[in-house]
């Protein structure tokens, strides 16, 4: 367990509505991700984090924002949500050391109506 | 972005068997680790074993053991002696020596009979 806690762990919105998903962490890790999970596709990067105000996009970065203004809390934004953006959204931290491993939070279900 | 290729979308073993999920990697990067994981029906993501590009030895964690061919660029996990609750969807990833973003494979659903 690092010590990963996402919230809502289910959100149903509207094509157009504003979503912001959180992710919180207790252990001080410098790495921070954010991935979508869809069927076929395995898990796909949207963007990360390497610090404090220090991010960067990743593979699906399209319609998504993020912004870290605390160690612990790594905030992903969708502007405008669209049905595409129906997927299942998983947080992870990266453990330092020789592996790097990540550890993940236990997701988030957002549906677009 | 590497590719990661995972070209069993689902399996069936006998509990109590071993099963071999295949996972076959690109990069042109010498060093690379290879990652596996595992998640169950409840969704949550569990890290399994690790394998770096440059490690002499296959990697080993309990039932898990990872079949490292580095020429031919595969990481096929080995679950040994299957039980029930090793039925899950199971990722390959791979990061590069100087990165610590994860690329996945699409996944392997492994269904345990009893």
């Known amino acids: 367990d690092a010590g990963i806690t996402q919230s809502p762990r289910h959100k149903v919105t509207e094509t157009g509505t504003p979503v912001t998903l959180r992710c919180h962490q207790t252990?001080?890790?410098?790495?921070m991700y954010w991935y979508r999970q869809d069927p076929g596709h395995g898990l796909r990067l949207i963007h990360y984090?390497?610090?404090?105000?220090?991010?960067d996009k990743g593979e699906v970065s399209d319609g998504y924002s993020v912004s870290r203004s605390k160690t612990e809390d790594f905030l992903l934004t969708l502007e405008s949500a669209t049905s595409s953006q129906t997927s299942v959204y998983f947080c992870?931290?990266?453990?330092?050391?020789?592996?790097?491993?990540?550890?993940f939070g236990p997701g988030t279900r957002l549906t677009v109506t | 972005a590497q590719k990661i290729t995972q070209t069993q979308p689902g399996m069936f073993v006998q509990e109590k068997e071993a099963v071999t999920l295949d996972c076959t990697y690109d990069?042109?990067?010498?060093?690379?680790?290879l990652f596996w994981y595992k998640q169950p029906s409840s969704g949550e993501m569990i890290f399994l074993i690790y394998?770096?590009?440059?490690?002499?030895q296959n990697a080993t964690e309990g039932r898990y053991s990872l079949n490292f061919q580095k020429a031919r660029k595969s990481a096929n996990l080995v679950i040994s002696a299957s039980q029930l609750g090793d039925s899950a969807m199971y990722f390959c990833?791979?990061?590069?020596?100087?990165?610590?973003?994860?690329?996945f494979g699409a996944g392997t659903t492994v269904t345990v009979r009893a």
């Open positions: 992870a931290i990266s453990r330092t050391g020789e592996v790097y491993e990540q550890y």
């Open positions: 990069t042109s990067d010498p060093s690379y680790g």
């Open positions: 252990e001080n890790h410098r790495y």
């Open positions: 394998q770096g590009s440059y490690d002499q």
């Open positions: 990833a791979m990061r590069r020596s100087n990165d610590y973003k994860l690329s």
């Open positions: 984090s390497y610090g404090v105000k220090d991010t």
